[in-house]
């Protein structure tokens, strides 16, 4: 079965950083464009970060850039977002996302349980 495990949140004070992991299985994670999303307390869920399949673009929010850095490893079928330079405004819930479009069309789509980020001091 499909599983998408994400792994690294926590409480980290202003200014620091956190490495988030997403353990992916039970699909073929090399042909699937990887995100990172995050919903925060009484807001919409955000797009934060993208991969393509093999990794050769990324793509990132506005509030992130320069900041955060998505990367993935096919070979551990893991994708990683480094968070550096942490505020309190990314609070939130991290979640990771596996998709695969064929033709313009989402085929397949995959969510992992999330993993809680806080920012405070």
């Known amino acids: 079965q499909v599983q998408l495990v994400e792994s690294g949140g926590g409480l980290v004070q202003p200014g620091g950083s956190l490495r988030l992991s997403c353990a992916a299985s039970g699909f073929t994670f090399s042909r699937y464009t990887m995100s990172w999303y995050r919903r925060a307390p009484g807001k919409e869920r955000e797009l934060v970060a993208t991969?393509?399949?093999?990794?050769?673009?990324?793509n990132y929010a506005d509030s992130v850039k320069g900041r955060f850095t998505i990367s993935r490893d096919n070979a551990k079928n893991t994708v990683y977002l480094q968070m550096n330079s942490l505020k309190p405004e990314d609070t939130a819930v991290y979640y990771c996302?596996?998709?695969?479009?064929?033709?313009?069309?989402?085929?397949?789509?995959?969510w992992g349980q999330g993993t809680q980020v806080t920012v405070s001091s």
């Open positions: 996302n596996a998709r695969r479009t064929v033709l313009g069309l989402v085929r397949s789509d995959y």
């Open positions: 991969i393509t399949s093999t990794g050769g673009s990324t």
